[in-house]
């Protein structure tokens, strides 16, 4: 158990290089509430109908991916399956390859890209699957030992970076993991527990070459490059800051007691800077109260979601190339909505994949 623990310390201080001097914050305290129309504060960057035929049924979007030339968007809601466009919303292709077979996935938890391949994790059989784009039925499996929550690619050196939440001794899970496309060079990074069970997909934001992890219950933002982490900011929430025994809380029940106990800022994701800007969302008091903190020009303010405008653009699929995206369903949007997002061809029954961020 010693060695354990020691071998757990000397890991955190080996890749995560903090340094000795005081860690740089992004200062989050007493922000003002906003509570004039959220049209005044949307900076939407694109907005692209995806082109789809009448036979595919566009379901909820649980994950969003984008290289050069390419997005894709992981639908849960009809067909369990990865549906791939242009950067224009021209559909592509398809990946839906349901079942228990070579190839095949019972469940899609998450996928990552690399260079040339897409990778999918099906956590019901352990296993990852790795796509050649070009041509779905070239594919490789990879049996696994451990169990994962997360993970993104695209990294330095085609890096692979994941989150397992498989013990490696009561109140340490196996934490972040960095491996090669190839699944045989892997080295874990052990967390606490709670770190690892309070990951959301979207602790991870990612723009071109630049990746960021925020730990949860930490406040930590690290950067994800090569093979190690680098802790870079932490965001300070004053005296709305959560107290550090909930970073390694066990059993849920723990965490309860600690939210029960006072009012707190917590688990922060969906981090996007941009210009002089700093947005992210955040938990206000409790899990079912998500709240967006921005900062702009030294002024901290914050956004509750309390409107289908909200409810839209408060919550974010994902933070990646430079924006927040999410996906408007048809249903979902009307004349309005289309007037902010300066759409001029319009057609309702069409998904409209939207690029933007938050600011004055």
Same mark, same amino acid.
């Given at each position: 158990?010693? *060695?354990?623990?020691?071998?757990?310390?000397?890991?955190?201080?080996?890749?995560?290089?903090?340094?000795?001097?005081?860690?740089?914050?992004?200062?989050?305290?007493?922000?003002? +509430?906003?509570?004039?129309?959220?049209?005044?504060?949307?900076?939407?960057?694109?907005?692209?109908?995806?082109?789809?035929?009448?036979?595919?049924?566009?379901?909820?979007?649980?994950?969003?991916?984008?290289?050069?030339?390419?997005?894709?968007?992981?639908?849960?809601?009809?067909?369990?399956?990865?549906?791939?466009?242009?950067?224009?919303?021209?559909?592509?292709?398809?990946?839906?390859?349901?079942?228990?077979?070579?190839?095949? *996935?019972?469940?899609?938890?998450?996928?990552? +890209?690399?260079?040339?391949?897409?990778?999918?994790?099906?956590?019901?059989?352990?296993?990852?699957?790795? *796509?050649?784009?070009?041509?779905?039925?070239?594919?490789?499996?990879?049996?696994?030992?451990?169990?994962?929550?997360? #993970?993104?690619?695209?990294?330095?050196?085609?890096?692979?970076?994941?989150?397992?939440?498989?013990?490696?001794?009561?109140?340490?899970?196996? #934490?972040?993991?960095?491996?090669?496309?190839?699944?045989?060079?892997?080295?874990?990074?052990?967390?606490?527990?709670?770190?690892?069970?309070?990951?959301?997909?979207?602790?991870?934001?990612?723009?071109?070459?630049?990746?960021?992890?925020?730990?949860?219950?930490?406040?930590?933002?690290?950067?994800?490059?090569?093979?190690?982490?680098?802790?870079?900011?932490?965001?300070?929430?004053?005296?709305?800051?959560?107290?550090?025994?909930?970073?390694?809380?066990?059993?849920?029940?723990?965490?309860?007691?600690?939210?029960?106990?006072?009012?707190?800022?917590?688990?922060?994701?969906?981090?996007?800077?941009?210009?002089?800007?700093?947005?992210?969302?955040?938990?206000?008091?409790?899990?079912?109260?998500?709240?967006?903190?921005?900062?702009?020009?030294?002024?901290?303010?914050?956004?509750?979601?309390?409107?289908? +405008?909200?409810?839209?653009?408060?919550?974010?699929?994902?933070?990646?190339?430079?924006?927040?995206?999410?996906?408007?369903?048809?249903?979902?949007?009307?004349?309005?909505?289309?007037?902010?997002?300066?759409?001029?061809?319009?057609?309702?029954?069409?998904?409209?994949?939207?690029? *933007?961020?938050?600011?004055?």
């Amino acid at each position: 158990m010693k *060695y354990l623990y020691l071998l757990f310390a000397l890991t955190i201080v080996s890749c995560q290089k903090q340094p000795e001097k005081k860690v740089p914050t992004i200062d989050y305290i007493n922000p003002v +509430l906003i509570e004039d129309d959220l049209k005044n504060w949307l900076r939407i960057s694109s907005a692209k109908r995806l082109e789809i035929s009448d036979s595919l049924i566009f379901g909820a979007i649980k994950q969003i991916e984008l290289n050069e030339s390419s997005v894709f968007f992981l639908e849960e809601g009809v067909n369990l399956s990865i549906l791939i466009f242009d950067l224009l919303g021209n559909f592509q292709s398809q990946l839906s390859k349901l079942g228990t077979g070579p190839g095949e *996935y019972t469940q899609l938890d998450f996928f990552f +890209l690399s260079t040339s391949k897409l990778f999918i994790y099906d956590r019901s059989q352990n296993k990852i699957v790795s *796509y050649a784009l070009d041509d779905f039925s070239d594919f490789e499996e990879f049996k696994l030992d451990d169990y994962y929550v997360g #993970g993104v690619g695209q990294l330095e050196s085609d890096k692979i970076f994941l989150i397992s939440d498989s013990d490696l001794e009561e109140r340490i899970q196996k #934490g972040y993991v960095f491996s090669n496309s190839e699944f045989s060079n892997i080295r874990y990074n052990p967390q606490p527990s709670g770190y690892t069970e309070g990951f959301l997909p979207q602790s991870i934001s990612q723009t071109d070459d630049t990746t960021f992890v925020i730990q949860p219950f930490s406040d930590k933002i690290f950067l994800v490059q090569g093979d190690s982490l680098f802790l870079k900011k932490e965001i300070n929430f004053g005296s709305m800051k959560i107290p550090s025994e909930a970073r390694s809380f066990y059993e849920a029940e723990e965490f309860w007691e600690i939210l029960d106990g006072g009012n707190y800022y917590f688990a922060a994701t969906n981090l996007l800077t941009k210009n002089d800007m700093v947005s992210f969302n955040f938990y206000n008091r409790t899990i079912d109260n998500l709240n967006m903190a921005l900062i702009e020009k030294g002024q901290s303010y914050r956004f509750s979601i309390d409107s289908r +405008l909200a409810e839209i653009f408060l919550k974010p699929i994902c933070v990646r190339d430079g924006d927040y995206q999410t996906v408007l369903l048809p249903g979902e949007y009307d004349e309005e909505l289309i007037e902010v997002l300066n759409l001029t061809d319009v057609n309702y029954e069409k998904p409209i994949w939207v690029s *933007y961020s938050i600011g004055k």
